[in-house]
C-alpha cells in the first residue's frame, strides 16, 4: 500500500508570506502527527490530527496551525513567515491509537525561507 | 537535562564492524521507538519496543525498563547503513501518546 505522501518537496518562500504543506497518510490511517526537523532542535512536535481533531498541540506560535479533512488528509499552514521557519517538515500517519502502534513518516517537505 | 540522550552522537566505523548506539531515557515509558533517517529527510521506523528483545535482518534492539536504558545494535554494518538513528519514548503519563525524541546518532560506515 501507498506510505505518507508529502507535498511539495521542497519549497522557497520569502518572509512575510504564508505556505501550506500537505500530508495524505496512509490509506485507513486516521492519526496524522506533523514534526519540524532543524539541525540544532531535532525534531520538535508541531500537532497531531485524530478524525479531523487536533488533539494535541506543541509549543510552538499561533502562526502554525493546522487541519484534517475528512478523508484524513492533512494540511499545516504557517503565516507570515520567518528566516527560523526553514526546515523540514515531516508527518506521520499512524493506524490505531494506543501506545504498541508504530509511525509511518513521509519524506517530508524541506521549507527555505529568505 | 534532556529527558531521552543517545550516545554517541557521531559514529564512524569500517564496514563489517559491530554497532552500538545507546539511548536512556528519564521518565516512565509505555513505548520505545528506534527510526532511521537518510540524508533528504526520509524516516523509516525500525522498531517498537516495550520490553525484551527485537530482531529484524542485522538489526537488533533491546530494552531495559528497570534501567531505562535500551540499545540498538547492527551486525556487520554496511555503507548503505550511513543514518542518523533516532530513539523516541512515549511517556507512560500521556494519553495522546505523543513522542520525546532523542537528538539522534549519526552513523558513518566507510567502506
Known amino acids: 500500500k501507498a506510505g505518507v505522501t508529502q507535498t511539495p518537496r521542497y519549497l522557497i518562500k520569502t518572509r512575510g508570506q504564508q505556505v501550506t504543506l500537505s500530508c495524505s497518510p496512509i490509506?485507513?490511517?486516521?492519526?496524522v502527527s506533523w514534526y519540524q526537523q532543524t539541525p540544532g532542535q531535532g525534531l520538535q512536535f508541531l500537532f497531531e490530527?485524530?478524525?479531523?481533531?487536533?488533539?494535541n498541540k506543541g509549543n510552538f506560535p499561533g502562526r502554525f496551525s493546522g487541519r484534517q479533512f475528512s478523508n484524513s488528509r492533512s494540511e499545516m499552514n504557517v503565516s507570515t513567515l520567518e528566516l527560523g521557519d526553514s526546515a523540514l517538515y515531516l508527518c506521520?500517519?499512524?493506524?490505531?491509537?494506543?501506545?504498541?502502534?508504530?509511525?509511518?513518516f513521509g519524506s517530508g517537505t524541506r521549507l527555505t525561507v529568505v | 537535562k534532556n529527558e531521552v540522550e543517545q550516545s554517541p552522537q557521531n559514529l564512524t566505523a569500517q564496514e563489517g564492524e559491530f554497532i552500538t548506539i545507546n539511548c536512556s531515557y528519564s521518565?516512565?515509558?509505555?513505548?520505545l521507538h528506534w527510526l532511521q533517517q537518510h540524508p533528504g529527510g526520509g524516516i523509516v521506523s525500525l522498531f517498537m519496543?516495550?520490553?525484551?528483545?527485537k530482531k529484524h535482518g542485522r538489526l537488533i534492539a533491546t530494552i531495559n525498563i528497570q534501567e531505562k536504558h535500551s540499545s540498538l545494535h547492527i551486525t556487520a554494518s554496511h555503507p548503505r547503513d550511513s543514518a542518523v538513528y533516532i530513539c523516541?519514548?512515549?511517556?507512560?503519563?500521556?494519553?495522546?501518546?505523543?513522542?520525546?525524541w532523542g537528538a539522534g546518532t549519526k552513523l558513518i560506515i566507510k567502506p
Open positions: 523516541a519514548v512515549r511517556s507512560e503519563k500521556d494519553s495522546n501518546y505523543q513522542l520525546i
Open positions: 490530527y485524530f478524525s479531523e481533531t487536533q488533539r
Open positions: 490509506s485507513g490511517h486516521r492519526s
Open positions: 521518565v516512565g515509558i509505555s513505548a
Open positions: 506521520a500517519s499512524r493506524g490505531r491509537t494506543g501506545p504498541n502502534y508504530g509511525y509511518t
Open positions: 519496543l516495550s520490553s525484551g528483545k
